[in-house]
Structure formats: C-alpha cells, structure tokens
C-alpha cells in the first residue's frame, strides 16, 4: 500500500483528483468506481474544475457507484444518484448512459443485485475505484459483519452508520434503513483502489483497518490484501496508523 499524506481535506482532495486525472489522461475509456459521503466531495469539485479548464475530458470515460439507499429514487435529493449527478456528472461531459448505480427503487433485492452484479460484469474491470471509509470499517455499504460478501447485497444498515448519516436528512427516521451495495468481492477485484480518509475521528478506525488483523468486522481490513492501494489521508487521519505502523517496525 502506498500512503499519500495530505496537510488537511482541500490538500487531500487535490491529491487524490490528481491521481484520478491522471487515470483518465492514460486511459481516456476508464472504468471508474465511485464513491459518495463528505470524503469525496472535494475531489469531485477538482475534477469539475479541471474539466471546466479543458484539462480532462470525460467523454470515454465510464463509471460505476458502490451503493444507494433502498427505496429512494434517484430525484431525491438523499439518493446517492443525485449526489453524483449535483457532484460530478451534471457538471462535466460524461455520458449518463454509461454512470451506473444501483436502483433504489427496485423493492426486489434479490432482482437488483443480481442486476448490479451484470452491470459490473458488463462495464469489464474497473480501472480506479474509489473508496471513502464509514467510523465502522465499512467501505461501501459493506458493513461489518461474519464474513466477506462477495457480490451485490442489500444491507441492514448499522446503527453507527444511520447515526452518522443522519445529518443529511431532517430527522434520523428519514434515514434509509437498507441499501445496495456492491460487494467487497468485486470492489477486490479493481486494478486500483484509491482510499481518501479525513479527520481525526477516522483515526483509530484507519489505524486498525491497515495495520490490524483482515477481519469482516472491520471490513477495509480487506483492503490490506490488494496489490494496489492508495491511501490518501490527511495527518488528523493518519497519526494512529503511522503510530502502529512504526511501533512494528
Ligand atoms: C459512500 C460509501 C460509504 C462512505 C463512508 C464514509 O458511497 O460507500 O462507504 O464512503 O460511509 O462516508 P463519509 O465520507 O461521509 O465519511
């Protein structure tokens, strides 16, 4: 794993869009895996920038999301649709057609994911997928659990993760109890993972998802086992993980 260290979240942001940038200029038809949350969204806001100044150009480029909330349709402002329509796509010239998220509105679990899983089978390998991380280790909506999923599921959101999410809907009962989520199985399977952690209250998690034991309880644990990581952290989110990491040595 390779460890990038930023001075604080715009830093971060600027270095981990860098890196995606850098994808697309190599590869201009890439296959990008998206993640949505507060990590993300400065990074988001780069590329739109760049793009904005004729530095990229998406037009090749295809993506596919890890997650969205069950029951939601994509015109909700809480659904993970519109966040990367109002984030990213509406905003820079990638084709719809080719951004693939999983479909809140199917009430039929076993239908959607097995649907996600030809969707993924269909986009081919995804060149860069990007992963912020839950306060629980869940990367996705991959929470922690007795096991890896492989493939997609419908999840029973943890209740640190409902309590964390919360602040983007009025009240906490509005908060989806369920989502899709693409399985660790195929978030494994990405030629390169690009992990963007911020804050100090990510620390002790970060610290124990890479350089504690592989364990589905603490689900990016998993991640420790790909050949291709990058992680982007700022120091707040760094300080137990290089703690550990020299203590080690
Ligand atoms: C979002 C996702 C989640 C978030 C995680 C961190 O698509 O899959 O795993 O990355 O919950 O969220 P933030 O960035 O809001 O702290």
């Not at 509105?105 to 991380?133: F, K, N, T």
């Not at 998690?205 to 990581?229: D, M, Y």
Request: charged share 25%; with cysteine; proline share 4%.
């Amino acid at each position: 794993m390779r460890i990038i260290e930023a001075v604080d979240y715009e830093d971060l942001s600027r270095k981990a869009a860098g890196i995606i940038a850098s994808q697309i200029t190599l590869k201009p038809a890439s296959v990008l895996g998206l993640a949505t949350g507060s990590s993300p969204v400065g990074l988001y806001r780069c590329l739109v920038e760049w793009y904005k100044n004729g530095d990229l150009d998406f037009s090749r480029v295809s993506s596919v999301n890890l997650d969205e909330y069950k029951g939601l349709s994509g015109d909700n402002d809480q659904s993970y649709r519109y966040f990367m329509n109002s984030h990213l796509f509406d905003h820079v010239n990638i084709d719809k057609a080719r951004t693939f998220v999983p479909n809140g509105l199917e009430p039929d679990s076993s239908r959607e994911c097995a649907r996600y899983d030809q969707v993924l089978a269909d986009a081919g390998q995804v060149d860069i997928q990007l992963l912020g991380m839950g306060h629980n280790g869940h990367i996705g909506f991959n929470e922690p659990e007795d096991f890896f999923e492989k493939g997609t599921h419908c999840v029973d959101l943890a209740p640190s993760t409902i309590e964390a999410n919360k602040r983007f809907f009025q009240k906490e009962e509005d908060v989806p109890r369920q989502a899709y989520t693409m399985g660790i199985g195929s978030i494994m399977q990405a030629a390169q993972v690009l992990v963007v952690v911020s804050g100090a209250e990510k620390a002790e998690i970060l610290a124990e998802a890479f350089a504690g034991p592989v364990t589905p309880r603490v689900p990016a644990s998993v991640l420790q086992l790909h050949q291709n990581v990058v992680l982007v952290a700022d120091q707040a989110a760094l300080g137990k993980l290089k703690e550990r990491m020299e203590a080690g040595k």
